[in-house]
C-alpha cells in the first residue's frame, strides 16, 4: 500500500523559501508520478505540481518560475522547493501518486509578516 508522508512546512515571510519533502514507501517509487496540491482554507485543493519518472515535471501557472519540483529516488523522496513565496500559496501542501488514491496528512505552509 503506497504511503506518503510530507513535512518541511512553516511560518516564512512574504519573499522568502521554503523546501518540503515527500517520502514514499510502498510501492515501485522510481516509476511513479508524484504530484503536489495544496488547499487553502475556504478553497478546494489544487495541483501544483508533478514530477514525472525521468524527472520532467509541470507547474501550474501561478507557481511557475518560483516552485521547483526535484526527486532522489535513493530516498524514495520527493522535493518542492518554494521561493518569491506570497501570502496567496498559503495553505496545507499534499504530496499524492498519479493514479494511488492515498493522501498524506499534509504540511502547513504560512506566508505572513
Known amino acids: 500500500q503506497v504511503q506518503l508522508m510530507e513535512s518541511g512546512g512553516g511560518l516564512v515571510q512574504p519573499g522568502g523559501s521554503l523546501r518540503l519533502s515527500c517520502v514514499h514507501s510502498?510501492?515501485?517509487?522510481?516509476?511513479?508520478?508524484i504530484q503536489w496540491f495544496r488547499e487553502a482554507s475556504g478553497k478546494r485543493r489544487e495541483w501544483v505540481a508533478n514530477?514525472?519518472?525521468?524527472?520532467?515535471?509541470t507547474y501550474e501557472d501561478s507557481v511557475k518560475g518560483r516552485f521547483t519540483i526535484s526527486r532522489d529516488n535513493s530516498k524514495s523522496t520527493v522535493y518542492l522547493e518554494m521561493n518569491d513565496l506570497k501570502p496567496e500559496d498559503t495553505a496545507v501542501y499534499y504530496c499524492?501518486?498519479?493514479?494511488?488514491?492515498?493522501w498524506g496528512q499534509g504540511t502547513q505552509v504560512t506566508v505572513s509578516s
Open positions: 499524492k501518486q498519479f493514479g494511488v488514491d492515498s
Open positions: 510502498g510501492g515501485i517509487f522510481n516509476l511513479a508520478t
Open positions: 514530477i514525472f519518472k525521468n524527472a520532467e515535471a
